[in-house]
């Protein structure tokens, strides 16, 4: 078994309007549903964290400007990591992710073993 | 009581009080020597009790002869006399006599560490459970080979075997340090958390012997909400679980010792009393930041003392499965999860993820998809809990999925 990242990229634009308390908990139970349905099958390794939208870039010259470096759309919102056999399996994995259902998505790469 | 059941009872209650304070005493690696003394002491008592009539205080009876024979012992045995007797002098008395305090505080502190002596990670999981039965439980390796479903010899050599590591190693007989507490408090809670699970899921078909085992665990669970240093939130969160599955045990059984499941047991025969003291060492529980698999746990448990199938309810359950697989994954946690999923969400949607478990040697798996399948697809679910049949091994499940398949033919 190999270890993956799945990186979790919003599309949002920064200016969509605040969810209704009553669509977060919807939300939050999306999450939590979805990461059980990995663990329950021995493949989730860590649930990770979720990333704030706030940033600061730092770059050669020693400029610090305010992140993300990236498009909004485009900024890292969280990751988790899971095992599976193969790159395509832990794809498999990803399908469910509520992510997608927000126009979100999700990257998935390969942890390189240290032995 | 009965008079023919006054040494097998006092065996069980005194044994363990009389060795953990002499373990104590002359330290792990002559724990042997302690268990001579005390063994003894009850072949002494059975002789003398026989021939000339009970005591009036049996159990000051056996306090006093064992004091007596290990006071005897040290004066008698000069390797003792030389290297133990000396430190035991001059740390514990002025007289120049040695102590043995059997005093109920004393018997609870011995009790307590050698707990954690005995829970300690240089024997395994499975010598530990062992070892507690024997030494904090007074069970004999006849019942302990009962409730392993194996033989009295095999028990002693792994009790042998325990026991010499423990030596090697020199596990000093004390609490930990309160920086070391729960560290080694987590070792500990999941030995007694096993020992329940033995006594409650246990295949061996000795059903007042599985109860001890419960009653054992919560006694010594117990003992640990009882001491300042050991009250921590997650042991009560555990005795908080052991009292919500042990509410169930009456109703859990019928008349011929056949298994009851959940949703077809009477919740009259449910034990209140238990349901009530599972409520406060919930709440006690309910400290500090870190939620252990102990607390969600219990969560789950007293979500199950409620038997009206409410939304709210699976919801609620559903949620805390989710949780406690982040933090341990265990195929028995993955499918009850996916029951619940069926009750939470949808029995569709729980189809496929549980099509996805794989846990293909394992008949709770077959008999899952057998019961997820019902409302589906008739064929289908009896072919799932005919597998499940063929994989079952204990008598008990093969009668709970018998009665399963049964159910098709009416």
């Not at chain 2, 006599?97 to 505080?105: A, P, R």
């Not at chain 2, 010598?127 to 033989?151: H, K, R, V």
């Not at chain 2, 499965?321 to 999923?341: D, F, G, H, K, W």
């Not at chain 2, 799932?384 to 399963?404: C, M, N, P």
Request: charged fraction near 25%.
């Amino acid at each position: 078994m190999n270890e993956f990242v799945m990186i979790f990229r919003n599309n949002s634009t920064g200016n969509d309007q605040p969810p209704s308390p009553e669509e977060m908990q919807a939300r939050m139970k999306l999450w939590q549903d979805w990461m059980g349905n990995i663990a329950a099958q021995n493949k989730l390794v860590s649930s990770g964290n979720r990333l704030a939208s706030e940033g600061r870039v730092i770059k050669s010259n020693n400029v610090i400007t305010n992140g993300p470096y990236v498009e909004m759309k485009e900024a890292i919102g969280g990751y988790i990591m899971v095992r599976a056999n193969s790159i395509d399996e832990a794809a498999e994995l990803s399908k469910g992710c509520p992510i997608l259902k927000m126009g979100g998505n999700v990257e998935i790469r390969t942890v390189i073993p240290m032995n | 009581m009965q008079p023919q059941e006054l040494i097998p009872h006092l065996f069980k209650t005194e044994y363990r009080k009389i060795i953990s304070v002499l373990c104590k005493l002359f330290g792990i690696e002559h724990i042997e020597i302690a268990e001579d003394i005390v063994s003894d002491t009850f072949l002494l008592a059975s002789e003398t009790w026989g021939q000339k009539g009970l005591p009036n205080n049996p159990t000051a009876w056996l306090y006093a002869v064992s004091k007596n024979k290990t006071i005897d012992f040290l004066k008698h045995n000069k390797i003792f006399n030389e290297k133990i007797t000396i430190e035991l002098k001059n740390s514990s008395v002025v007289s120049g006599e040695i102590e043995i305090d059997l005093s109920e505080k004393n018997i609870n502190d011995s009790q307590l560490q050698m707990m954690f002596a005995i829970c300690n990670p240089v024997i395994s999981v499975q010598d530990q459970i062992c070892l507690s039965l024997n030494i904090l439980c007074g069970f004999g390796a006849e019942e302990i080979a009962d409730a392993f479903l194996t033989n009295k010899d095999a028990i002693y050599k792994r009790m042998s075997r325990a026991k010499d590591k423990l030596r090697v190693a020199k596990i000093p007989i004390e609490l930990p340090g309160q920086s070391e507490i729960n560290n080694r408090l987590e070792t500990v809670l999941t030995t007694l958390y096993l020992l329940f699970s033995e006594g409650y899921y246990s295949s061996s078909q000795n059903t007042t012997l599985r109860k001890d085992l419960c009653l054992e665990a919560m006694r010594l669970n117990l003992l640990l909400v009882e001491n300042a240093h050991t009250n921590t939130p997650e042991s009560n969160a555990l005795l908080s679980l052991m009292c919500f599955h042990s509410s169930r045990y009456d109703a859990r059984t019928n008349e011929n010792g056949q298994l009851i499941l959940y949703e077809e047991q009477d919740e009259k025969l449910w034990n209140r009393e238990l349901i009530q003291r599972g409520e406060y060492y919930l709440n006690e529980s309910a400290q500090g930041k870190n939620v252990s698999k102990f607390h969600l746990e219990a969560t789950i448990g007293w979500w199950h003392t409620h038997k009206e199938d409410t939304h709210e309810k699976w919801e609620n359950i559903l949620q805390l499965y989710n949780r406690l697989l982040q933090i341990e994954y265990s195929p028995v946690t993955a499918l009850n999860r996916t029951y619940a999923l069926a009750k939470a969400n949808s029995v569709n949607e729980a189809i496929v993820e549980a099509e996805k478990l794989q846990l293909t040697n394992n008949h709770f798996y077959f008999a899952l998809l057998g019961e997820l399948y019902r409302s589906i697809d008739k064929k289908i679910s009896k072919s799932h809990f005919l597998t499940a049949l063929s994989l079952a091994k204990s008598v008990g499940d093969k009668q709970t999925i018998q009665r399963k398949l049964s159910q098709f033919e009416s």
